[in-house]
């Protein structure tokens, strides 16, 4: 069973970088590709990047711009998103996910769902 627990959320200044991490604690397997997703409040639930199994492919929501990096260690089971020059718009519940089929292109991630999803961690830029 998949078991997703999302770590790292805190407040922060704008211009800052944080590192989420996203820890399996079930039986994610290696081949499962692992996302990000964010929520704003009273705003619909945004794809932020996703990483195939072997992480050799990485897409990102067009709002990234180079700011965001996803990676995968899969000896860890862990998932980890890397964010710098936050912005208060940034502010979100932040959501890792994970599918069992693998595409190879974001429109997929974004509209067919993710198969398991975490509980969320929440980062806030402060302005």
């Known amino acids: 069973q998949v078991q997703l627990v999302e770590s790292g959320g805190r407040l922060v200044q704008t211009g800052g970088s944080l590192r989420l991490s996203c820890a399996d604690a079930?039986?994610?397997?290696?081949?499962?590709?692992m996302g990000w997703f964010r929520q704003a409040p009273g705003k619909e639930r945004e794809f932020v990047a996703v990483?195939?199994?072997?992480?050799?492919?990485?897409y990102y929501g067009d709002f990234v711009k180079g700011r965001f990096t996803i990676s995968r260690d899969n000896a860890k089971n862990m998932v980890y998103l890397q964010m710098n020059s936050l912005k208060p718009e940034d502010t979100a519940v932040y959501y890792c996910a994970a599918n069992e089929k693998t595409y190879y292109n974001s429109y997929a991630y974004q509209n067919y769902g993710m198969d398991y999803w975490g509980k969320g961690t929440l980062v806030t830029v402060s302005s």
């Open positions: 990483i195939t199994g072997n992480g050799g492919s990485k």
């Open positions: 079930g039986r994610t397997r290696t081949t499962y590709a």
